[in-house]
C-alpha cells in the first residue's frame, strides 16, 4: 500500500550529514584572511580571467557539450588520449557519477578514515555503505584497506595527496594496493592536489589509468589553477567508464565561461609555474614557524598544512580557531574529519603566511 504522507526519500539520503565548506566570513572584518578552504593564494591566470570574460555576451548559448577542446587541450598538456578524459562540475560531480554508475544499494565504497567527505556522502546519496578504513600515522593504510574489500565492494576512493592530511601514497603503494583489488571494483585516485606535490616516488595515476581497467584518476581546476568558482574538473579512465559516465552525466554539465577559462588556464604555463613556486616557497616556510612554537605538523606536499594543538584548553584547536577569527583570520577546523584537535591552514600569500604565523605565536606564548 502507498504511504499518502510526505514524499520519501531513496535509502542512505537522510543518513547524509551535509557537507559544509570552511568559512568565509569573519563578524566585524569586511575582507579577511581566508586560509579555510585551500583556494590559490595567487588567483587564476590572467588569461583565464579575459578567456571568461569574453563569454559575457555568448550565455545565452548553450556550451560545447563534449568540452572537446578542453579536452584536446588537457590531452596535449598531459599526453593523454582526449577520448579518455570526462568533464564534469568540478570533481565533486564526477565522484557522485561514479557512485551512481557503479555503487548503489548493497554495495560498499571504502575509503580512509580522514579521505574527503564527499566519498561518504556519494555513496550514501546512492543507497551504498561507505567504509572509512583506518589510517596509518595520518596516512592511507594499503594493508587495511585491502583487508576490508568484501564481494560488496564496488569502489576504493584514494585522495592522493589528502586533503586534510597533506600525505599521499607513493608509486609503488599505489600499484600495491591496485594490484591487491579484484577487477570488478573500481580504483579512483582523486588526485585534486597532483600539481602540488613535489616527490620523485610519486605520481598521480595515469599510469595505472593506461594500463587497467578499473581505475579513474580525477583532478580539479579548483586548486592551482585557482577556477574553484567556476565549478570544473576532469576524469582520465579507461574507454569504458569514460562511455558509462558519459552516458549518464548531463549534456552541458559545464558552462562555458568554466570550459573557455580552463582551456586558458591549462595553457598559461607560466602561470602555473608561479603557483608551484609559491607554493614550495611558503609551505616549509609556514611550517617551520609553526613547529617552532610547539605545533605538532603532518608532512605535507599539498598546498595546506594540518596542525595539531594541544589538549589544553587555553590552546586547544577550538581556542586557537577563535582567537584567529578574532583577528579577522579564518582556518579550517578539522572536528568533521575526525580530527578535532587539529586546524586545517590553506597556504596563502606571503602577507598571510606572515600574519598567520605571528597570531599564532602570539596566541601559543599567551598563558
Known sequence: MVDAGVPVPGPGILDISPYVGGE???????????????ESALGPSPKAIAAYKTLAEEIHRYPDGGADKLRDVLGRHH???????????????????LQRAYAGPGAEVLYSRHGFLMYPIGALAVGATPVAVPERDLTADVD????????????????NPNNPTGTYLSINDMNRLHAGLPPN????????????????DYEPGVALVNRASNVVMLRTFSK?????????????CPPEIADVLNRIRGPFNVSAPALAAGVAAVEDVAALKRARAH???????????????GLELTPSVGNFVLARFPDEPRHNADAAFAFLQSRGILT????GYGLPKCLRITIGTGEEMEAVAAA????????
Do not use: H
Open 360 to 367: 599564532l605565536t602570539e596566541f601559543m606564548a599567551a598563558s
Open 332 to 335: 579550517r577546523q578539522m572536528g
Open 79 to 97: 599526453g593523454l588520449d582526449p577520448a579518455r578524459i570526462v568533464c564534469g562540475a568540478g570533481s565533486d560531480e564526477l565522484i557522485a557519477l
Open 279 to 293: 607554493n614550495d616557497k611558503w609551505l616549509p616556510w609556514l611550517s617551520e614557524r609553526l613547529q617552532a612554537i
Open 24 to 38: 568565509s566570513q569573519a563578524e566585524g572584518v569586511e575582507r579577511p584572511i581566508r586560509l579555510a578552504s585551500n
Open 144 to 159: 587495511g584497506i585491502l583487508a576490508r574489500v568484501t564481494e560488496r565492494t564496488r569502489i576504493v576512493f584514494i585522495a
Open 224 to 236: 592551482i589553477y585557482a577556477l574553484a568558482g567556476l565549478r570544473l574538473g576532469w576524469a582520465y
Open 185 to 200: 571494483v573500481v580504483l579512483a585516485i582523486d588526485a585534486a592536489y597532483a600539481e602540488f606535490v613535489n616527490r620523485n
